[in-house]
């Protein structure tokens, strides 16, 4: 098994930026794909960003192409996501997710990941 645990979270003004990092313990996680994923009040947890356990491919919901990038450091065991140009619609929980890294699932769902974390708390200003 691995444990997730997410930092970097807080308020923001609006065109900020923030890093994200997901930090796993339990098993290297440079055997999982990992992702981040979000969830906003009242709304369902939405795909945010992933990256293969290489690091080799990275993928990215069009409202977030460009202005986030997600990288990982698998000697660090960490994983990030680095978002500039925040807005407030970026404003939601970030949870970081590992996902096997021979499962044929899509990056984009949540049912590739096997593990999640508990979340950080971003809030973009206007």
């Known amino acids: 098994q691995v444990q997730l645990v997410e930092s970097g979270g807080g308020l923001v003004q609006a065109g900020g930026s923030l890093r994200l990092s997901c930090a796993a313990s339990g098993r290297t996680v440079s055997r999982y794909d990992m992702g981040w994923f979000r969830q906003a009040p009242g709304k369902e947890r939405e795909f945010v960003a992933a990256?293969?356990?290489?690091?080799?491919?990275?993928y990215y919901a069009d409202s977030v192409k460009g202005r986030f990038t997600i990288s990982r450091d698998n000697a660090k065991n960490t994983v990030y996501l680095q978002m500039n140009s925040l807005k407030p619609e970026d404003t939601a929980d970030y949870y970081c997710?590992?996902?096997?890294?021979?499962?044929?699932?899509?990056?984009?769902?949540?049912?590739?990941?096997?593990?999640w974390g508990q979340g950080t708390q971003v809030t973009v200003s206007s």
């Open positions: 990256i293969t356990w290489s690091g080799g491919s990275t």
């Open positions: 997710a590992a996902g096997n890294r021979y499962s044929s699932g899509s990056f984009y769902y949540p049912g590739k990941y096997g593990y």
